[in-house]
């Protein structure tokens, strides 16, 4: 069972990334799946979510509108990709299974993390 | 959005110590309410979910209780290894918040 995240680096202010996280060892398809971020010496932050089949979304007022969360079940792989990115959004960033099909299902929790993929924004 | 606020911020302890970390939520959440432990260079692993469930695999030395806004997590006889951060995270609704965190360290 693993989540292995990639597409991390150094990127300047407004500009893009996208994020990677491959699942393996359980049924991707069947789980609801999560991005958390931690910056430099800051605590855990909920960055966005997805249900099953691309459903329903969420994502942290801090992201809204700038970064966007897809699947592709078809290659158990889970994306965020970040645009107009900010020195703010500077930090480590896990992807995560839910225990549930549907993100924001009440009693969830997440229970598989990935080893995380570090974002730098700098000019 | 729910506020999730974590006492102590740190804490100092010696092996075989019990430890008692509180979290309260700024509504009532039920019992919703998940502990993370999180370790410098490794990501965070769920120890307690929905309050009071042990996560598969996680030692019995770890127990967590709570219900409404007011929620602990208790380590008995603290071994070396659990000496990191602890976060916990509501799951009552959107959107998913942690608290600050709680770091044990070595006294």
């Known amino acids: 069972v693993q989540l292995l995240e990639s597409g991390g680096g150094l990127v300047q202010p407004g500009g893009s990334l996208r994020l990677s996280c491959t699942a393996s060892?359980?049924?991707?398809?069947?789980?609801?799946m999560t991005w958390v971020r931690q910056a430099p010496g800051k605590g855990l932050e909920g960055v966005s979510g997805?249900?099953?089949?691309?459903?329903?979304?969420d994502y942290a007022d801090s992201v809204k509108g700038r970064f966007t969360i897809s699947r592709d079940d078809s290659k158990n792989t889970l994306y965020l990709q970040m645009n107009a990115l900010r020195a703010e959004d500077t930090a480590i960033y896990y992807c995560?299974?839910?225990?549930?099909?549907?993100?924001?299902?009440?009693?969830?929790?997440?229970?598989?993390w990935g080893q995380g993929t570090m974002v730098t924004v700098s000019s | 959005d729910i506020h999730m606020t974590q006492s102590p911020s740190s804490l100092s302890a010696s092996v075989g110590d019990r430890v008692i970390i509180t979290c309260r939520a700024s509504?009532?959440?039920?019992?919703?309410l998940n502990w993370y432990q999180k370790k410098p260079g490794k990501p965070p692993e769920l120890l307690i979910y929905a309050a009071s469930n042990l996560q598969t695999g996680v030692p019995s030395r770890f127990s967590g209780s709570g219900s409404g806004t007011y929620f602990t997590l208790t380590i008995t006889s603290l071994q070396p290894e659990d000496f990191s951060t602890y976060y916990c995270?509501?799951?009552?609704?959107?959107?998913?918040?942690f608290g600050q965190g709680t770091k044990l360290e070595i006294k």
């Open positions: 509504q009532a959440i039920s019992g919703y």
């Open positions: 995560a299974k839910a225990t549930t099909m549907w993100f924001g299902a009440t009693g969830d929790a997440f229970d598989i």
């Open positions: 060892g359980f049924s991707f398809v069947n789980y609801a």
């Open positions: 997805m249900s099953i089949s691309g459903g329903t979304t």
């Open positions: 995270q509501q799951s009552h609704s959107t959107p998913r918040t």
